[in-house]
């Protein structure tokens, strides 16, 4: 790798998703990576935490705690993510979307803990990506019936194949672009650490705020956002 | 001129491929400037909507910058993950 880059350097730079098992699972190899080790801590932690609060929830003595306040602001703040950009028509995917952000922030702020951020590994955002294609098209089978299909000979027949690669390109320019930021990140803070080791010192702390805190809670935002857009667009308006 | 093996050259031109993709990063620069500049003068005009303007600003910006992060997963492609080496 760094004989690739050219580059002499103290430490190699290190970003890149490492096999840590190999598995053989029906003729085929299967290898446990960086990722899936990276995606255990984190759900644990947020099962560990959803338990924690739910327990709080329940001794009802009275008055709430501090982490109930905490929770309660947390799952409001969300709902009101989701009603503000899809309405009442929103309610149905209140759960899906507050876990997707939730999920998807712990998951690129990871990298502040020298962890490698499961979001930097392609096969998780297409995977996200892919549940928001099929949440969409359901929702315009479902509503839309045959029109699902007879929408994409609108306005002109001979635009169908264009209509048919913007339905498609919708889970791939999803997943790139949240995988893309937070690779860009992961990539120059690895570079950062590997090439310039010697002075790295205090400084990178600046580079983290934006590239892991601010850049990763906006594309979380962000994924959200377009998903609920990408959704919202399908369901016709009631009454 | 002679000591020019197959791969080295691959390699070069892959690693100038790279430096070229990464000219697309001139859009979505220009993108989001514009888009912030339409957002400050939004703010100007009604201060009172400025936490709307922020979140329609930002997630604008994220859309237009994904031109320049294909450009930059082709660049990381040509240098980390070179498909045409395997070609040789």
Redesign the interface.
């Known amino acids: 790798?760094g004989g690739?880059?050219?580059i002499v350097a103290a430490k190699d730079p290190d970003f890149?998703i490492k096999s840590l098992l190999k598995l053989n699972v029906l003729g085929q190899e299967v290898y446990l990576t960086t990722t899936h080790v990276s995606l255990l801590i984190i759900c644990t932690f947020l099962i560990v935490f959803a338990v924690i609060v739910r327990s709080k929830l329940k001794d009802t003595d009275g008055k709430p705690g501090a982490l109930q306040n905490v929770a309660e602001l947390i799952v409001e703040m969300l709902d009101g993510m989701v009603s503000s950009s899809m309405g009442k028509k929103g309610n149905p995917y209140r759960n899906y979307m507050g876990t997707l952000f939730i999920f998807l922030l712990i998951s690129n702020l990871s990298g502040l803990l020298g962890l490698r951020p499961p979001t930097a590994d392609y096969g998780v955002t297409l995977g996200l990506g892919l549940i928001t294609f099929f949440i969409v098209q359901t929702n315009n089978i479902r509503y839309n019936k045959l029109g699902a299909f007879t929408d994409l000979f609108k306005p002109l027949p001979f635009l169908f194949p264009i209509n048919f690669i913007g339905e498609i390109a919708t889970p791939i320019?999803l997943s790139?672009?949240l995988?893309?930021?937070v690779?860009?990140g992961t990539?120059i803070m690895a570079l950062i650490y590997g090439l310039l080791s010697s002075i790295a010192f205090l400084w990178p702390g600046v580079l983290h705020v934006y590239f892991d805190i601010f850049s990763g809670a906006?594309?979380a935002?962000?994924f959200c956002?377009?998903t609920m857009v990408f959704v919202g667009n399908k369901i016709p308006d009631k009454e | 001129m002679s000591n020019i093996t197959n791969e080295g050259l691959v390699?070069a031109f892959s690693?100038l491929g790279a430096g070229i993709a990464m000219i697309a990063g001139l859009g979505p620069g220009i993108g989001q400037g514009r888009a912030a500049a339409a957002g400050a003068e939004a703010v100007g005009r009604n201060p009172g909507a400025r936490g709307d303007i922020t979140a329609t600003m930002?997630?604008g910006q994220?859309?237009a910058?994904?031109t320049g992060?294909?450009s930059?997963?082709i660049a990381?492609i040509l240098?980390?993950a070179?498909p045409l080496v395997g070609k040789l």
Do not use: D, K, P
Request: a neutral charge.
């Open positions: 790798m690739v880059l050219g890149m320019s790139l672009r995988f893309g930021n690779l860009a990539v906006i594309q935002y962000v956002m377009l | 390699l690693a930002l997630l994220a859309v910058e994904t992060l294909y930059l997963v990381l240098i980390f070179n």
